[in-house]
């Protein structure tokens, strides 16, 4: 069943189109992803459906219906920045968003959760980015909510940090909520999401598992080669089964069929010692897709 179903959504600025016609399903108890690069719509659509800001039109249900009061008490949001009350503790900051909300979690379960028992007295401006960011999840998760809306929850986060907010994120979705985020990472979409809707410019340009994204649009393998271990020019070596591109001091080839690719490449004398093989992933499917990179 869709927890959440948006239908046709459009956000007009006064110049600027942020969201163009975008719909989609969210199932319950998946982790459902809005991937794409700076700029492409992302906040603006997960605003929108958390019913932060309006829509120019169309249609966003909640459980099949439009959004009421409810609404607000069952999802929980974590907002990409938000301002603490400097002179508040972790604990007295999480006892008092829990105080707005009718069914509270646990506090203590809380805690372990997003592992805060180390940061629990100390004031909110004396923590680090990485505890925030783990204090904004808290904040999101007060509620107990079934629903919840992430943010960007990782960026600029090291990568142990990452990995910390990974795991609850998991954990969360172990107990059966609905996680939808937003990201640029797309390690972090193929690790964590069952559903991605790939953004640009305002407009989803490819929806499904990471895994079935791949098979429908991945194309074949992916050969790259120091640009050195040519002694021809490698465009030469593109055909019908055969891609080539240059890639900084690299030459990366695509191929469905990476046994010819690879006879073309002893035939044509190419040195072979410092070949890498790899299947495509999410970042190559962008590039596929809209000829750019996600993270310019
Ligand atoms: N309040 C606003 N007024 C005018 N234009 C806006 C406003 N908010 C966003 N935009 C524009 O809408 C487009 C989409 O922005 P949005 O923040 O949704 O992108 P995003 O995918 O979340 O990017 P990022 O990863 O950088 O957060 C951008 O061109 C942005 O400049």
Redesign the pocket.
Known sequence: MDIMKIHNLV?Q???????DGVSFGVRQGVCFG?L????????????IVEGI?SQTSGEVLYKGKPRTRDFAQEAGIQF?STALLSFLTVRETLATFARLYKNPMDLDKLIELCQMEDILERFNDKISGGQKQRLLLALALVNDPELVFL??PT?GLDPQARRNVWNIVRTIKAQGKTVVL?T?YMEEAEKLCDEIAI?DQ?AIIAQGSPADLLLEHGKGVLASLPASSFTIDPMTLADKKIRVRQKGDNIQLQTKDIKGCLEKLLQAGVDLHSITVRSPNLEDLFLDLTGRRLRE
Do not use: C, F, S, W
């Open positions: 956000k600025y006064a110049k600027v189109r942020a969201v809005l794409g690069p700076n700029g492409a719509g992302k906040t603006t659509t997960l605003e800001i990409q943010d960007e960026t937003t640029h953004m305002g």
